[in-house]
């Protein structure tokens, strides 16, 4: 059930990264006083840049977060973090 947070305590925003607690969807708070779901990192991040005026670490690092986060808990990844590509791909 891991999942990291990334919190913007001036913007006031939280978002959890995909896991079973979130229904494997990014969640941004607050959106029209409560949690917005997204399965997609690039509509997560533009909600967030839209409605935050914020920029939400690109997907290969939120992939590398979740992964580092991962490894720590000793929890399975979730399936839907893209995987980072190799160089030349």
Same mark, same amino acid.
């Given at each position: %059930?891991?999942?990291?947070?990334?919190?913007? @305590? @001036?913007?006031?925003? @939280?978002?959890?990264t995909?896991? &079973?607690?979130?229904?494997?969807?990014? #969640? $941004?708070?607050? $959106?029209?006083?409560?949690?917005?779901? @997204?399965a997609?990192t690039?509509?997560?991040?533009? $909600?967030? &840049? #839209?409605?935050?005026?914020? &920029? +939400?670490?690109?997907?290969? &690092? %939120?992939?590398?977060?979740? !992964?580092?986060?991962?490894?720590? !808990?000793? #929890?399975?990844?979730?399936?839907? +973090?893209?995987?980072?590509?190799?160089?030349? #791909?």
């Amino acid at each position: %059930m891991g999942h990291v947070q990334l919190w913007h @305590s @001036s913007g006031g925003v @939280s978002v959890l990264t995909p896991s &079973r607690l979130t229904g494997n969807q990014f #969640e $941004i708070y607050p $959106i029209d006083g409560w949690k917005r779901p @997204s399965a997609d990192t690039h509509l997560a991040a533009t $909600i967030v &840049r #839209e409605t935050f005026a914020l &920029r +939400l670490p690109g997907p290969a &690092r %939120m992939t590398a977060l979740g !992964r580092w986060f991962g490894r720590i !808990r000793g #929890e399975a990844i979730p399936a839907n +973090l893209p995987a980072k590509k190799k160089v030349g #791909e």
